[in-house]
């Protein structure tokens, strides 16, 4: 069973639509326990670090997460919840995050480009991963946002995508990967990878 975590804010549907698509079993939750207890958990995202960071600590969800993280079960975090698996935000004036990995997310630079960010692009693969085996290297994927993750360790960083400036697009480290676009609305591109996740033994 796949848990996505219900933090009162998200794409959450969307999410959940795209796994039933591909005959997976999930169910949307924000319960500890059923958390802890899934075989996989997704965290979707779409909204303010800030008021989510506070959601996830007034339910105690920072440490869920971070405990299913450091058992080892895969984790995969969508756009926001992307964000959120790094040390610290600028939005909100700078967010405590959850460190799960080590890094900063950043805020786009003042640019002739329209911010946030939104529609599809390609991604440049920099690192192999499990997640992408199948998945056309020239296929575009859907993003809305106005920050992006910046890893501390260049390792972390599987694909980059350039808007205005090249940003880290994918991350992973051992059974966390974690994407700045929305997998759930990138077509057959972004199904492959979710059904990539749902066969993944959580090794990288």
Not at 13 to 40: F, M, Q, Y
Not at 108 to 127: A, Q, T
Not at 164 to 176: E, L
Request: hydrophobic share 40%; aromatic share 8%.
């Amino acid at each position: 069973m796949i848990a996505i975590v219900d933090y009162k804010a998200g794409n959450l549907r969307s999410v959940e639509r795209a796994l039933k698509n591909i005959g997976e079993d999930c169910i949307i939750t924000g319960h500890p326990h059923a958390i802890l207890n899934a075989d996989r958990v997704i965290f979707p995202g779409v909204g303010a670090a800030g008021k989510a960071m506070e959601q996830i600590r007034n339910t105690g969800l920072d440490r869920v997460l971070c405990e299913v993280v450091g058992h080892g079960n895969p984790f995969l975090g969508i756009c926001l919840g992307t964000q959120i698996i790094l040390d610290e935000s600028e939005e909100d004036g700078g967010t405590g995050c959850l460190g799960i990995i080590a890094g900063k997310v950043r805020r786009f630079p003042e640019m002739d480009l329209k911010i946030p960010h939104m529609g599809w692009n390609n991604i440049s693969v920099r690192n192999d991963h499990p997640l992408l085996e199948g998945v056309d290297r020239d296929a575009q994927f859907y993003f809305v946002h106005s920050y992006y993750p910046d890893p501390a360790e260049k390792s972390d960083a599987i694909a980059e995508t350039c808007y205005g400036v090249d940003f880290v697009s994918i991350m992973a480290r051992k059974n966390v990967f974690a994407t700045q676009f929305h997998p759930e609305k990138s077509g057959d591109a972004g199904l492959r990878l979710l059904k990539n996740f749902c066969c993944w033994d959580g090794r990288y």
